[in-house]
């Protein structure tokens, strides 16, 4: 792969000492706007405060739009079910169908959403996922901040913290030079915790041996025919589970040299437009999202594997024949990089417990669901029927970051746990509970990490959240 080659010795050059132009003064910067940014930027709007949100690309969503990640997991408990194989649904069957538990934030954005005609409510023909198109929530969220006067600065990348006379300070690299935000909190919404990480918080990265989820490049095929698809599965019910399979062709395709994959299967969602599905099947192991040569090696390697697995596709399995590529993420899609420690680290036990705390600020029930850091395989593991489990206000509170909250896949956890809070739903309750702390710890005048818990539940179960009975 001819991509620039990793240095291999350390040759560093003396930058010179500059000044940046102060774009604003606020009481919440939000840095990042995918889910879990814009979750906290309306729930701090909502509280009370002004809110800048800044973003290093041209428009907001996060994954969800800049990786097509799609559909928004479901947030339902699970009823259990047997498997169905040969559910030509398109829709997760083993998870979802109880009683949802997240709520807030995250529900007005997919109420505005479906107004909007970009989105289909949950429902059992959903598999209680909310199916979305992206073009449209691009716009939603803007109008979604417009709405709730929150100001946003795109096209800004965060590249460093000064500690400002008492304030917070967060340095953008611009196409206009440096700029510098200062506010008197910080809410980390960068899925990779680089402002905690900037501030000085502590971090964790991968398990035990360093390794993370694999990245994915997602993308969206048009021209698809459900009928000939469902008639196939039809005629080999062992070959597709609700949203993945195709094992036979798969391995065929493999053995003929036709296929070069890390996963033994192809996994694919309904997207809410007829004849269009959204494929999750690249797979790039051993890379972090937080090392430059890594995303541009990723970014290669899981474009070559889209053209794979169209041709596999529109060669192999009926209904593709006339399928195609529309388009694929802006960026690869990364799973898992920082892990920033906080107060409290959620672990694995917790989910597959239902664990409740005292502090809780938003509730989960998605599995764990780690894909294979090293190559094929995934584990799922589900949380008990009809459970849910809370996340606490400590895990947003980092170690060692005075004036920083995190929010959505950089919260504190183990890997284990990341696996099950990392997704839509709950990285937008983990957003908007940020949001909340952050306004009222200005309010209260301290420190984020010394607010009033009480005080954060009754605001956001003002706002809709839904913490079980705890306030
Ligand atoms: C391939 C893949 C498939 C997935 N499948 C699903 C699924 O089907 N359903 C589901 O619900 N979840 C799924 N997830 C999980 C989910 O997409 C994410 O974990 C979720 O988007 C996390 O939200 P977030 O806001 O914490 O982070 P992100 O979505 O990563 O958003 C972070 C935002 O911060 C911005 N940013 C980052 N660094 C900086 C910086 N230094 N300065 C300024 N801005 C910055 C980014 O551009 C981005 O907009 C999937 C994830 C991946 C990668």
Redesign the pocket.
């Known amino acids: 792969m001819p991509s620039l080659p990793r240095p291999t010795f350390s040759r560093e050059v003396s930058l010179p000492a500059r000044t940046g132009t102060v774009a604003a003064e606020t009481d919440v910067l939000v ?7 814009l979750g906290a930027a309306l729930g701090a709007a909502q509280a009370g405060a002004h809110v800048v949100l ?4 041209g428009f907001l969503g ?3 739009t ?2 097509l ?5 479901s947030f339902h408990t699970r009823r259990p079910r047997p498997p169905r194989l040969g559910d030509t649904s398109l829709m997760p069957s083993d998870h979802g169908e109880g009683e949802p538990v997240v709520a807030g934030k995250h529900i007005e954005v997919i109420e505005r959403l479906i107004a909007d005609g970009g989105a289909r409510p949950p429902s059992p023909e959903t598999g209680y996922t909310v199916p979305f198109d992206p073009e449209v929530f691009k716009v939603t969220a803007l109008d979604l901040l417009d709405d709730a006067g929150v100001d946003y600065l795109m096209h ?3 590249s460093g913290v000064v500690d400002d006379a008492g304030r917070i300070a967060v340095v953008f690299e611009t196409k206009s030079g440096p700029l510098v935000i200062r506010a008197e909190v910080v809410v980390d ?4 915790g ?1 402002v905690a990480a900037a501030a000085g918080a502590d971090y964790e990265v991968g398990r035990d041996d360093g390794l993370v989820q694999p990245m ?1 490049l ?1 993308f969206r095929m048009a021209g698809f025919g459900h009928a000939e698809f469902a008639q196939y599965v039809s005629d080999n019910p062992d070959q597709w589970r609700s949203v993945h399979g195709l094992w036979d062709l798969v391995a065929k395709a493999t053995e003929a040299g036709e296929l070069d994959l890390p996963r033994e299967d192809i996994l694919f969602f309904a997207t809410p437009h007829e004849g269009e599905i959204a494929v ?1 099947s690249t797979r790039v192991t051993n890379v972090l999202g937080i090392d430059t040569w890594d995303l541009t090696m990723a970014e290669a390697v899981s474009r070559h594997q889209v053209r794979q697995i169209e041709a596999f596709l529109r060669r192999y399995v009926p209904g593709f024949e006339r399928s195609y590529v529309v388009d694929t993420g802006t960026a690869i ?3 898992e990089t920082r892990r920033v420690v906080g107060k409290y680290q959620l672990t694995g036990d917790d989910i597959l417990q239902a664990r409740k705390f005292d502090d809780v600020i938003a509730r989960g029930t998605y599995p764990v669901d780690i894909h294979n850091p090293e190559g094929k395989g995934t584990v799922l593991r589900s949380v008990p029927p009809d459970e849910a489990y809370d996340i606490p206000l400590r895990c947003l509170q980092p170690q060692g970051a005075d004036r920083v909250l995190t ?4 919260i504190s956890g183990t890997h284990e746990a990341h696996s099950s809070y ?4 709950t ?1 937008m309750a983990t957003g908007q509970a940020a949001g909340v702390c952050a306004t009222l710890a200005l309010r209260q005048g301290v420190a984020p990490r010394s607010v009033d818990v009480r005080a954060v539940q009754h605001e956001l179960v003002r706002q809709g959240a839904n913490l079980r009975d705890v306030v």
């Open positions: 840095v990042g706007g995918g889910p879990a940014g800044a973003e290093r690309y996060g994954n969800a800049v990786a990640v799609m559909p928004w997991m800004a990348f965060a919404g960068t899925g990779d680089d994915t997602m999750n899609g990364v799973r929010a959505g896949r950089c990392r997704v839509t739903p990285a």
